[in-house]
């Protein structure tokens, strides 16, 4: 009777130990598989963030090349400072993203050898795409401070221009007066001239006709006078035409 307690209470004792050393085991199996679905789901997360990191620096080439074909082909500074800004917001996005996977990575208990190198090397892709942008940045401020110097030099060439042409429209005013008063003077002196030949003219008729000359002699001086009263109507006299026609008709 002792004995079959003693089997009893052994078998009792036997059980006890091996559910506590399954509810043991079951623990860690529970722990572990817990760790692999963390370490899975990390996994997965760094897969997606590298596939998001590798868009973003693909559109930060293609934007970067993008404004470099539109600075040769001719762009606003305002237009290029606006897609320079989104370029940068790509870039500091990605830096982000690579921040967080490193940081990721080191938390990481798994084996994360390939992601620590592909986060290495989208970094040194980035950082060349970086500088590339960088250099191109400090090519369109060259640019454009050189242009800002050429509109200096065509600013000074315009306002020189507008003064020699102010000059010239001075001058022509000048030498157009000076010309009006030439005309006059001209004109005056033609008219005297004019007046001169007309009154050698009559003196010659009156001569002509008040003296007795020998009939020759008459008309010789009446053709005189007829060439003077000619030159005075070239010079405008008009009362110079009368006479012409009256003389003429007498010689």
Known sequence: MKLKLFTITAGIAAAAMLSSCNVEENKQLRTTVDSLQSELQTSIELAQTLNDVGVLIDSIDVSRNSLSLHMVEGTSYANYTERLNDINKYVK????????????????????????????????????????????????????????????VVKHKDEELFEKTEIIKLNQQGIASLQQKVDGLIREASDSQAESYFKQAQALETAAERTKLAPRKKKATQQEALELYKLAATLGYSEAEQRITALSENI
């Open 93 to 152: 996005q990605t830096f982000d993203k690579l921040a967080g996977m490193e940081a990721t990575i080191k938390k990481s208990k798994a084996d994360n050898r390939f992601y620590a190198n592909t986060v290495k090397k989208l970094k040194q892709d980035l950082e060349l795409s970086t500088a590339q942008l960088a250099a191109l940045q400090e090519e369109v401020e060259k640019v454009r401070s050189e242009n800002s110097e050429l509109m200096l």
